[in-house]
């Protein structure tokens, strides 16, 4: 498994002086690229890192196999690029330019540009991917209920928004995405990205590319997020008897499910019948359920830890994500007030509005929205209500700050981290990616992983020997 997230970038000055997008993002990544001579590279801990399309800063995790480790590399994430935020300051400052750098862990700009968070997850190469999308995107169109990161909605025209009104939605992404299927990602904005890129031995697996779901700030919400969406997967690959909820407009339904607060709005399905998104969302939960209870095969763990996300850390989203659904039962969404990143959000608003009157669209209302995804700890709302106790963790500091510097044990990731690590402190000049590792010059090297599982090889032994007497 893996997460990808694009950031939102501003700078904001006491003077006249303001840097744009591309400015600021070049100062971000000033230290990078005057070391690398990139702005794209892999990191220490061998999530990669680079400069998006856009000017969004933007961190795709290392390989993960466990729900938790996945998490804590997506929070270092985080820790990552704030540090750079703080030596961007700095330097700004020392040349009498000042100001603060923001960065904005959420997926709509001011003007109405959209970038994202996307998943990947690991699948055989035997599933059918057309039968598998089926299957799944219901699911993925009505998930926003249980994670989505919440947004006030400003009509605009020409925008998928225009003839709705202003207010709260429950998803930043609902109103930005085209088709169901396709093998583009900016273009048209597909809910699953169909480009065959495994990242691995592409006779063997196949990368599946979710891009529809929101950037979460609250840890419990991204493991609802992929938690629910690794079970369904199983479900799927396992040949589950799920029922047939094909959707006849996604993205009709998609924008009509981010607007109704009961979970209720009827969907046409391609069957003729009707589904609600309740309905939906319960009947993937109980298969989920009944199959984490009696048939789902337990995780090894060894030294280095979980082989794959162990039951322990699925029951507890299996638990959360029936919750979520009770409370649109009732109506009362406290009981999940401290987990679920729209129901944070909009709880807070609500209050806000009702105290001071404020219409949907207040620009009171709309810098809370914004303030929410800072990810600067001291000045983040969202991170502020987390040490509060107003939000919840899952994963402790020591885990997040051990992941910032090292590759995760238990994957692929393990080598690549090793192998960055001892060129780096040679100072040697190698190429990184996701799949190869390469010694550059005379005494070159070259190996291609294609076990995304393998965290240990002896080729990559060889190339660090050789780096070592180089150095």
Avoid at 70 to 89: K, Q, S
Avoid at 349 to 367: E, H
Avoid at 443 to 458: I, K, Q, Y
């Amino acid at each position: 498994m893996g997460l990808e997230t694009e950031y939102g970038i501003t700078n904001v000055l006491d003077s006249a002086r303001r840097l744009g997008p591309d400015e600021i993002s070049r100062e971000l990544f000033e230290p990078i690229t005057r070391e690398f001579r990139s702005s794209n590279i892999y990191t220490d801990n061998a999530s990669r890192l680079y400069l998006d399309v856009g000017a969004h800063p933007e961190i795709a995790t290392a390989e993960c196999d466990s729900l938790h480790q996945l998490i804590a590399y997506d929070r270092a994430g985080d820790v990552t690029l704030h540090h750079m935020a703080v030596d961007a300051e700095q330097r700004l400052a020392r040349r009498g330019i000042g100001g603060q750098v923001y960065l904005l862990k959420n997926n709509t700009d001011s003007l109405g540009n959209s970038y994202g968070c996307h998943e990947n997850y690991l699948i055989g190469r035997d599933v059918p991917l057309k039968a598998l999308s089926k299957q799944l995107l219901p699911f993925l169109v009505t998930r926003q209920l249980i994670c989505g990161a919440g947004k006030i909605s400003i009509p605009t025209a020409g925008a998928p928004n225009e003839n709705f009104e202003a207010g709260f939605v429950m998803s930043q992404r609902a109103d930005h995405v085209w088709e169901g299927v396709s093998s583009a990602t900016t273009r048209s904005r597909p809910i699953i990205n169909t480009r065959d890129e495994p990242h691995a031995d592409s006779t063997k697996y196949r990368r599946l590319h979710v891009i529809v779901g929101d950037s979460n700030m609250s840890e419990v919400s991204t493991a609802l997020k992929v938690g629910s969406t690794l079970l369904v997967l199983e479900l799927i690959e396992a040949g589950w008897d799920l029922p047939d909820f094909e959707i006849a407009n996604e993205i009709r339904s998609i924008r009509d499910i981010a607007r109704d607060f009961t979970g209720t709005v009827p969907l046409r399905l391609r069957s003729g019948k009707q589904a609600s998104p309740l309905e939906i969302q319960r009947a993937f939960h109980s298969a989920a359920k009944q199959w984490l209870e009696t048939s789902r095969p337990e995780t090894s763990r060894d030294e280095k830890g979980f082989r794959g996300t162990p039951k322990k850390q699925l029951e507890p989203v299996v638990e959360l994500w029936g919750r979520v659904l009770d409370c649109f039962d009732t109506g009362d969404f406290s009981p999940v007030a401290t987990e679920i990143d729209w129901v944070i959000k909009k709880t807070l608003m609500d209050r806000m509005a009702q105290r001071g009157n404020l219409s949907p669209n207040d620009p009171r209302l709309v810098q809370v929205d914004l303030t929410y995804h800072d990810i600067h700890p001291q000045r983040g709302l969202f991170n502020v209500l987390e040490q509060r106790g107003y939000a919840k963790s899952l994963v402790t500091a020591e885990e997040i700050e051990h992941a910032r510097f090292h590759a995760p044990a238990t994957t692929r990731a393990a080598l690549r981290g090793k192998f960055l690590v001892a060129a780096r402190q040679r100072d040697l000049s190698i190429n990184v990616d996701w799949m190869r590792l390469k010694i550059n010059g005379e005494h070159g090297m070259e190996t291609v992983l294609g076990d995304p599982f393998a965290e240990v090889d002896e080729r990559v032994d060889s190339m660090i020997e050789l780096m070592e007497s180089l150095g």
